[in-house]
């Protein structure tokens, strides 16, 4: 398999645009997971999908954060309008398991710079 | 709530020595507890894991840690470490139910030639 697939890789944008990040999860993979990683805040779970449905977004920062999962290959992360504290590398992840036993495979990121 | 404590934001040694990247978790359950590695611009990979097997567990690329209840901690080892092993090292432990996992705040490695 060829892992998680994030595009884009590399996101520059200006200050109130909108930013759409995707997301294909390994086949199979029930759970699939968007992180952020920011030096100042580490790495923050922001929601997490099991078998499409979204599960808990307790961490999605607030009401210009959106994500959707239409099918089990495919997921979407949406920021509208962009800010530069958006700035930062999202990460999609998926799994098979539930976490405490399995592998949380994750792709490669997207570093997102907002201006 | 669950949590780790990674204890070095930065580790520094020199190739061919050991390797000791700390961790001490916080949890109300017997935690499963991961240590997961970040190369420069990549994403996280598994590194090992424990579930309530045995304690001490092996991973790859020759690293090991030990699950100590008694001390909380679930230190990183590596006998001796190579130029490649110069990463970000992560320290995780999972919810009860299995759902999210807890990440530490990372200790960067660094490898001297």
């Known amino acids: 398999d060829a892992g998680v697939i994030q595009s884009p890789r590399h996101e520059v944008t200006e200050m109130g645009q909108e930013v759409t990040l995707r997301c294909k999860p390994i086949?199979?993979?029930?759970?699939l997971f968007w992180y952020r990683q920011t030096m100042m805040r580490g790495l923050e779970l922001l929601i997490y999908f099991n078998n499409n449905v979204p599960i808990d977004d307790s961490g999605m920062p607030e009401d210009r954060f959106s994500a959707k999962m239409p099918n089990a290959s495919f997921s979407t992360l949406k920021i509208q309008p962009s800010e530069p504290r958006d700035s930062a590398v999202y990460f999609c992840?998926?799994?098979?398991?539930?976490?405490?036993?399995?592998?949380?495979?994750f792709g490669e990121g997207s570093r997102l710079t907002v201006l | 709530a669950q949590s780790v404590t990674q204890l070095d934001s930065h580790v520094s040694v020199s190739e061919g020595t050991p390797v000791l990247l700390r961790c001490n978790y916080s949890s109300s359950y017997s935690p499963s507890l991961f240590w997961y590695v970040q190369h420069p611009n990549k994403g996280l990979q598994l590194l090992l894991k424990y579930t309530s097997a045995a304690t001490l567990v092996k991973g790859i690329n020759g690293f090991e840690a030990e699950f100590k209840k008694s001390e909380t901690s679930f230190h990183l080892t590596k006998p001796s470490a190579h130029m490649s092993d110069a990463a970000e090292y992560f320290c995780?432990?999972?919810?009860?139910?299995?759902?999210?996992?807890?990440f530490g705040a990372g200790t960067i490695l660094r490898v001297k030639s």
């Open positions: 992840a998926s799994s098979f398991w539930r976490l405490n036993t399995g592998e949380l495979f």
């Open positions: 995780v432990v999972s919810d009860r139910e299995g759902n999210k996992l807890v």
């Open positions: 086949s199979g993979h029930d759970y």
